[in-house]
């Protein structure tokens, strides 16, 4: 039988927004709706707040104009849990994307890990189609080991909006 998780980091890792992070070399995990996404209050786990870095900005793939998306996205929560899609013992971040444009939107973000000396340790990216406007969007995503430097999301210290950008 498949694994249900790779199949959507294949589908993902191909989808042609995921293609236009020419920066960073991502691998990408599908998006999972995650019902009741927990008791937020947009901290991570150890009490740092989830922090972004500038997007690169300018035009999407086919041409479409790309904005900075950090303010749409919020870490509710994040650290070692048992997760029905994600496995035991895996590192999950829970998020939201709030479209706050008049239109609807499509979205690409990446979340960048941390160890404890603040260096990336791999990062993960997203994707949301079609976000209504006003609408919010709950999900939980989670690094693959074999695509962390050193194997093991044990060494996740912290979690980072590391880029995000809507078209």
Not at 55 to 61: D, K, M, R, S, V
């Amino acid at each position: 039988m498949r694994d249900p998780r790779l199949h959507r980091a294949h589908r993902t890792f191909w989808a042609p927004t995921v293609a236009a992070l020419t920066v960073v070399v991502v691998t990408a995990s599908a998006l999972v709706a995650c019902a009741g996404a927990g008791d937020g209050g947009g901290a991570v786990q150890g009490g740092s707040a989830a922090t972004a870095a500038p997007p690169a900005g300018g035009a999407g793939e086919g041409g479409e104009a790309v904005a900075d998306a950090t303010a749409d996205v919020l870490v509710l929560r994040a650290g070692v849990e048992d997760h029905p899609v994600w496995g035991a013992d895996a590192y999950v971040v829970h998020y939201l994307i709030t479209n706050r444009g008049d239109e609807p939107a499509d979205y690409v973000v990446r979340f960048a890990f941390l160890d404890a000396g603040g260096r990336v340790l791999g990062s993960t990216a997203v994707t949301v189609d079609r976000l209504g406007p006003g609408r919010t969007r709950a999900g939980s995503t989670a690094p693959r080991e074999r695509d962390l430097a050193g194997g093991r999301a044990a060494a996740i210290r912290d979690v980072r909006v590391a880029h995000a950008e809507k078209s």
